[in-house]
């Protein structure tokens, strides 16, 4: 998987977030290791690529450049760097060819997914395939990722829990990515750390998606572990990697606001009636395919009405989720297509319950909620 980088690599890397549903600690562990310890492209190679960007004089940009990469992930690999003045720098670097492989991963592993049986026949896939290729797309566009980190670091607005690189404009492109360097500490290393600072993560990491859904109207939607580190001195979130940024229409968050509130009070008909507004249910579906599916919304919600700290590693809820899909999936009538911009939603939710669970952490949720919302 390292191998291939790309849409394949990726795919490892969600697995290596598995609570222990899916896989071993120990091969969890092993496909942890493609967060940031992709095989680096070759010396020779990596020179080609900085003097197309920056002509044959490229060193003379900075003072310092280290060739080995200190992260290389699927679609690029992250440098040291100094500037002229002294400042220290990360130098993202897009493998060769990367951007024109897309399709063709993508397209091999929906036809795994096709043979492998786990998806009915009935199911149309084509659209969301067609999505997860042009998301992947934007991912391999450094100049669209530098404009969505500067709107992000607007957003913020100097917020003292979070922390966000700079761009460095003039040395950036579209295959190079010049950034602030930022010192933090892997997010996973926290899993030591005294409880309160591990609520307090996890606190700023569910806060901010709230912002993101209701406020910003902009989600990073990769929940990799390697896009997060934490500065435990001044107990702030260090946000890395905004190519998976994802710009959310008014009506997808005006309608997981009305599910989410819906679901706090054990409104049923509420949560159906925001869910058919986020593009859940097209005419003509089985009433019994409706409701199960606010079964399964009503059940993701546990920790939203949970009073009181909620316990994210004693919980069984990601278990208990997957039967009532499986349940459900048994049926093919029942299957249908979600809406693009929900699955994207919920990746990044789902990742952030296994960030909080892997940590351990015990948060008032609704709580949080209401402070937010």
């Known amino acids: 998987l390292a191998h291939l980088r790309g849409a394949a690599m990726k795919l490892g890397q969600l697995l290596s977030m598995d609570s222990g549903e899916l896989l071993s600690p120990e091969l969890a562990a092993i496909l942890a290791r493609l967060r940031a310890q992709a095989s680096p492209m070759p010396h020779k190679q990596l020179v080609q690529m900085m003097r197309s960007h920056w002509g ?3 060193l003379e940009h900075l003072s ?5 990469p200190f992260a290389a992930a699927s679609i690029g690999q992250v440098h040291i760097a100094s500037s002229e003045s002294g400042e220290k720098l990360a130098v993202k670097v897009q493998y060769p060819g990367i951007a024109k492989g897309i399709a063709s991963d993508v397209d091999n592993l929906a036809y795994l ?3 492998s049986g786990l998806l009915p026949k009935d199911v149309d896939l084509q659209p969301l395939i067609e999505e997860a290729k042009q998301q992947l797309i934007n991912e391999a566009d450094y100049e669209l990722e530098a404009q969505y980190l500067s709107r992000y670091r607007a957003c913020l607005g100097g917020d003292n829990n979070y922390l966000v690189p700079d761009v460095v404009e003039g040395l950036s492109s579209k295959q190079v990515l010049v950034m602030s360097f930022v010192e933090g500490q892997e997010i996973e290393t926290l899993v030591n750390a005294e409880q309160a600072i591990r609520n307090k993560a996890v606190e700023q990491l569910l806060g901010l998606f709230l912002r993101e859904l209701f406020t910003f109207k902009l989600v990073q939607t990769d929940p990799n572990f390697a896009n997060y580190q934490y500065q435990i001195d001044n107990q702030r ?12 229409p008014q009506h997808i968050s ?7 509130s819906a679901a706090i009070n054990n409104d049923r008909a509420g949560v159906a009636l925001a869910a058919k507004r986020i593009g859940y249910f097209d005419q003509g579906l089985a009433q019994e395919y409706i409701d199960n599916v606010v079964d399964i919304f009503m059940l993701a919600c546990e920790p939203l009405r949970h009073q009181g700290e909620y316990d994210f590693a004693s919980s069984d809820l990601p278990k208990r989720i997957k039967a009532l899909g499986l349940e459900m999936s048994t049926d093919s009538d029942y299957w249908h297509a979600p809406p693009v911009d929900a699955l994207f939603v919920h990746r990044k939710l789902a990742g952030l319950f296994l960030i909080a669970a892997k940590l351990k952490a015990k948060v008032d949720v609704n709580q949080l909620y209401q402070q937010h919302v």
């Open 56 to 58: 044959d004089d490229w």
């Open 237 to 248: 979130l260090v946000l890395l990697d905004f190519g998976a940024t994802r710009e959310l």
């Open 113 to 115: 997914l096709k043979v």
């Open 64 to 68: 310092h450049f280290e060739l080995r």
């Open 254 to 260: 005006d309608g997981y606001l009305h599910l989410l």
